[in-house]
């Protein structure tokens, strides 16, 4: 008996590793991908799983969630990890890659497929059979629309800056405290006083600040309301104390007295392992994060687990509707993967294909869905990206959002490689249980 064809709306990492997925499964697959006969602002060529930014996937070590995502990818057989790996060129621990030899890899494999077939057009609608949308960060107007009104959101969200994430466990709680502006709340907010002295270092580095150029499409999307701190900062040195780091309405315990200035910080997932900066969307180097924002007695110590970025990224509101396999909740034909549902980087775009093909196979097969084990890392992405977050917003992988171990282990290096064995052992007995990887 013949299988349902499958569409894969976009070419990226993503929908490569969707189709290469169902096509291995046995399913008849179509990948829309309207390169090179309509190009984005960032695209240069027609390859499928054409990087466009860095040529790293970061590293490959296990004490690192980025290791552990690969990792339970090769278990999955994943496209893109064999192809980086054939392509990869000297980068120390990083798994660098040969970008052209790369994109090229990953074209050639697919157009070789017996079960798949591309297709060099636009999409102007979502069809009505089983279908994978993974049209990126810089997804069409004409697809942006259509997804708009499938999923009954007025608009996509248009995310240009956002503030850094630190880990719990690296804040000094001996220099913050737990209150709500005016008593309101239960203490929602932990609080980084500092005294003038303090900030006024803190300011003088942050306007000397190196920060990273802006290409045109992403300047226009540049708005008011998400102001880069350093672009505030630059409108006076008082201008941060009315605004992010205004003091108003705190008193510090300790002291009894309002601080001269506060960074507060917002809990960030559930678990309260990890904590945002409010109000620190930021446009700086990576390098110059760190260094800026460890100056805030608080933080000196801080592990980023998410630097700041800005940059154009059209993202649904995935915790409203999907559910952990990345189904629409109202179109159950409709799976989305990559940048569009709120994952950040290109390895955990690559792993949300993967997701969205194994909830389309078991549809088309009549299998009941599965979801992946929050022990996992792409379990845990996956439930971050789909549970309800009033200040959801994209993510890279992290051990901050797996859940803690059962016991306290005091080394950072050996509690990571501890969490990255229990989710391979869940990985193996998941893809056991299931049946999930195809050959």
């Known amino acids: 008996m013949s299988q ?17 997925y169902l096509a291995n499964s046995g399913i008849p697959v179509e990948i829309w991908e309207m390169r090179p006969e309509k190009q984005t602002p960032a695209h240069r060529t027609g390859y499928l799983g054409e990087l466009v930014c860095s040529n790293s996937l970061k590293t490959e070590a296990l004490d690192n969630a980025s290791g552990l995502l690969k990792e339970e990818m090769a278990m999955l057989s994943s496209l893109v990890i064999q192809c980086a790996r054939k392509s990869r060129v000297p980068a120390g621990g990083a798994l660098a890659v040969d970008r052209e030899d790369f994109a090229r890899q990953v074209t050639q494999a697919l157009e070789r497929h017996p079960n798949v077939t591309i297709i060099r057009r636009e999409a102007d609608e979502i069809p009505s059979g089983p279908v994978i949308i993974a049209t990126g960060p810089l997804s069409s107007e004409t697809i942006s629309g259509a997804i708009s009104s499938m999923t009954g959101e007025e608009n996509l969200y248009f995310y240009d800056a956002a503030a850094p994430i630190v880990t719990a466990e690296s804040i000094d709680f001996s220099k913050a405290f737990a209150a709500s502006r005016y008593g309101k709340g ?6 980084c006083p500092m005294t003038k002295e303090e900030y006024n270092d803190f300011y003088a580095a942050l306007l000397s600040a190196e920060r990273h150029p802006l290409h045109e499409f992403e300047k226009e999307v540049f708005f008011e309301g998400c102001m880069p ?19 108003v309405g705190l008193i510090d315990p300790r002291t009894g007295q309002q601080p001269y200035s506060v960074v ?25 994060q760190k260094r800026v924002f460890s100056m805030i007695p608080a933080l000196r110590n801080a592990e980023f687990v998410r630097y700041g970025v800005m940059h154009r990224n059209t993202f649904i509101n995935s915790p409203k509707l999907l559910n952990s396999n990345l189904q629409v909740i109202r179109q159950p034909n409709v799976f989305m993967a990559g940048q569009i549902t709120g994952v950040e980087g290109y390895v955990e775009s690559a792993a949300a294909g993967i997701v969205a093909a194994i909830g389309v196979d078991r549809l088309v097969k009549g299998q009941e869905p599965v979801s992946f084990p929050r022990e996992t890392a792409i379990g845990s992405l996956c439930s971050y990206i789909t549970t309800p977050n009033s ?16 016991q306290r282990v005091r080394s950072k290096k050996q509690r990571n490689r501890l969490l990255s064995e229990r989710a391979l052992d869940k990985m193996k007995a998941f893809i056991r249980q299931h049946s999930i990887a195809p050959n």
Not at 267 to 275: M, P, R, S, V, Y
């Open 186 to 191: 239960q203490g929602d907010y932990l609080n």
């Open 4 to 20: 349902e064809k499958v569409v894969v709306i976009g070419g990226g990492l993503a929908g490569s590793e969707a189709a290469w």
């Open 264 to 288: 507060q910080l917002r809990q960030d997932n559930k678990e309260g392992t990890l904590f945002n900066l409010v109000g620190f969307q930021t446009n700086l180097k990576w390098p110059e």
């Open 229 to 247: 701190i350093e672009v505030m900062a630059a409108r006076g040195e008082q201008t941060l104390l009315f605004g992010p780091l205004k003091p």
């Open 391 to 406: 200040h959801f917003q994209p993510m890279n992988v992290n051990f901050g959002l797996l859940p803690p171990l059962e």
